[in-house]
């Protein structure tokens, strides 16, 4: 853990990248010639999925972090997180971000399903993703955010999401909440909740994989091009992945 100081945290701020490409190999295998990390983002291939494991505590305010995803032409990749991540206040207030730039060639698929992100007390943290979609391609994609740790109220997060699916734009969304903003967490924002997610299913086959739900905490919305966003609040975070991914 950083050392820290009146309820914030103390490192030297991290600027850091991580890359991982995926190709289509011999058999339908898929190969990663490229598997590149710089600490605390480390990545870790094993056998069903690549997992960016956490090198060191945070993000602490001031970490930039940048995410590098390429999925060739008939190519599969899973990329998961080993744990929650859990964004922590610098000694200067400022944001931490986590930048990820995703490319899937057609007939590729990427399934980007990272845990949450933990939003502590007095903490500012902003997850800005930006995947292009060649036709024929497909994107799982998760989003998740808890506003503070037990007994929290949770600091400020905002996510940014841009996709293009064949060279047109399929959804441009954005999120802004805060733990210590009454207005964010009242009746017109997360209405007492906590925890806030999405799901997106991105390509042709997304509609068939989305089941119907029925919660008035979920939101199913088909999008102009072939994809489908499921958006849920709940209390706490087994509740919203459940909301996420269950009728």
């Not at 853990?1 to 289509?24: D, I, K, L, Q, Y």
């Amino acid at each position: 853990m950083p050392a820290t100081s009146g309820g914030r945290f103390w490192r030297n701020r991290v600027t850091a990248s991580a890359s991982v490409e995926a190709v289509a190999g011999p058999g339908g295998a898929t190969r990663l010639p490229v598997l590149a990390s710089q600490a605390p983002l480390v990545l870790r291939r094993t056998p069903g999925a690549v997992y960016l494991v956490g090198g060191a505590a945070g993000p602490l305010g001031g970490d930039s972090l940048s995410l590098h995803i390429n999925v060739g032409a008939g190519a599969f990749l899973r990329l998961r997180t080993a744990a929650a991540a859990i964004a922590l206040p610098g000694l200067d207030g400022l944001e931490s971000v986590l930048r990820v730039f995703a490319t899937v060639a057609g007939g590729g698929r990427l399934e980007y399903l990272p845990e949450p992100v933990v939003v502590a007390a007095g903490a500012r943290h902003a997850t800005l993703v930006s995947a292009t979609l060649c036709a024929g391609a497909s994107l799982v994609l998760r989003d998740e955010v808890l506003l503070g740790r037990h007994g929290e109220a949770g600091g400020t997060a905002r996510t940014a999401l841009q996709v293009s699916y064949a060279g047109r734009p399929l959804l441009r969304q954005s999120l802004a909440v805060s733990g210590a903003d009454p207005a964010s967490v009242g009746p017109a924002g997360l209405a007492g909740h906590r925890a806030v997610g999405m799901l997106l299913h991105a390509g042709e086959p997304a509609a068939a994989e989305i089941p119907a739900h029925a919660a008035p905490e979920v939101a199913v919305m088909p999008l102009a091009g072939p994809g489908v966003l499921v958006t849920a609040l709940a209390h706490d975070a087994v509740t919203l992945r459940q909301r996420l991914t269950r009728p």
